[in-house]
C-alpha cells in the first residue's frame, strides 16, 4: 500500500511547489560545454580574435549556439570594435603635442589679441572608398583586456584634396578642391 501512495504525495508536494528536485550527474548524453572544448575555443580565439562564431564553430565541428555560449558564458568575451584613431602616436610625439599646446596657451594668456592673428587651415583627402570599417574590424576580448586601437588604413587611389583656411571673422573662408 505505501507504494501505491509514494506517487500522490510525490505529485501533491510537487503541486504544493514543496518537492525539491537536485538534477545529480549522471551518464547520458554528453554536452559540448565540456573543459576540453572550452580550451579549444580559448586557443582558436587567441590565435585570431576576428574569428567570427561560425568560423570557429565550423572549424570545431560544434554548434554556433554552443560556441556563443561558451564565447559570452564560459570565457566572459564580447564582441567590441576597435577604437579608430587618427595615428598611433609615440610618446615622443604625445609630449610634443602637449608642450605646443601649453606654449599656444601661455601665448594667448598674455596676449588676448593673439587669436585674431591666427589663420589656420586644413587639408584632407575625400577618398573613393574605405579599405576597412569599424563593424569589420570586430575582436573577441574579455571584459578585463584593454579596447584595440585601429589605426587609420590607407585608402583609395581615386581621390580630391580639400583644403580650408579660417580667420577670426565669421564666413571668411577659403576652400579649393583638386583632382588627383
Not at 547520458?28 to 572550452?38: A, E, L, Q
Not at 569589420?136 to 585601429?150: G, L, V
Not at 585608402?155 to 565669421?170: A, N
Request: glycine residues 2%; hydrophobic residues 30%; positive net charge.
Amino acid at each position: 500500500m505505501p507504494k501505491k501512495l509514494r506517487p500522490t504525495v510525490d505529485f501533491m508536494a510537487f503541486k504544493c511547489r514543496t518537492l525539491r528536485v537536485k538534477h545529480e550527474p549522471h551518464s547520458g548524453r554528453p554536452t559540448s560545454k565540456m573543459d576540453n572544448n572550452v580550451e579549444k575555443v580559448r586557443a582558436l580565439v587567441r590565435s585570431d580574435r576576428r574569428l567570427t562564431v561560425q568560423i570557429i564553430a565550423s572549424e570545431l565541428n560544434l554548434n554556433h549556439n554552443t560556441v556563443h555560449q561558451i564565447l559570452t558564458q564560459e570565457l566572459a568575451m564580447r564582441k567590441v570594435c576597435a577604437k579608430i584613431v587618427p595615428k598611433n602616436l609615440t610618446i615622443e610625439q604625445k609630449d610634443n603635442r602637449k608642450d605646443v599646446c601649453l606654449h599656444l596657451l601661455e601665448r594667448i594668456q598674455s596676449d588676448r589679441n593673439f587669436l585674431k592673428n591666427v589663420i589656420t587651415g586644413d587639408k584632407t583627402w575625400i577618398s573613393e572608398y574605405d579599405p576597412q570599417t569599424k563593424g569589420q574590424s570586430k575582436e573577441w576580448h574579455t571584459s578585463a583586456s584593454p579596447r584595440p586601437k585601429k589605426a587609420r588604413m590607407r585608402k583609395s587611389q581615386i581621390k580630391s584634396m580639400l583644403i580650408c583656411f579660417f580667420d577670426s571673422q565669421p564666413y571668411r573662408i577659403c576652400a579649393s578642391r583638386t583632382n588627383w
